[in-house]
């Protein structure tokens, strides 16, 4: 076993996601939004990683964490393509101004 215990990789992934949620709900820019929700997906795959360090004969944690950086690489080409079609709209990447686009 390793000489890190699991409770310090999961506090530290807590932390991380702690940071993420704050970000997301307390941010108005779009681009700080996604980079929260990079940081919560980066703190998921930190937890699974862990547990999968206890049972090293499973694969399962890695494969879960390789598919949540995947979603996490399309998240962002997809949510920065959005931002920047509603920045070319409003001329502003602000969440407030997005329930504008229904006019």
């Known amino acids: 076993m390793s000489a890190i215990p699991l409770e310090y990789f999961l506090t530290v992934a807590g932390v991380l996601f702690s940071i993420g949620c704050i970000g997301f709900l307390l941010r108005r820019n ?12 980066n703190a998921v795959n930190l937890t699974l990683v862990a547990f999968n360090r206890m049972y090293p004969q499973s694969h399962g944690g890695q494969v879960f964490a390789f598919f949540i ?6 998240e962002a080409a997809i949510g920065l393509a959005i931002v920047l079609a509603f920045f070319r709209v409003r001329k502003t990447i602000r969440s407030d101004d997005a329930d504008l686009l229904r006019n």
Do not use: G, K, Q
């Open 30 to 41: 779009l681009i700080v939004l996604l980079m929260s929700i990079e940081l919560m997906l």
């Open 69 to 74: 950086i995947v979603v996490a690489a399309s």
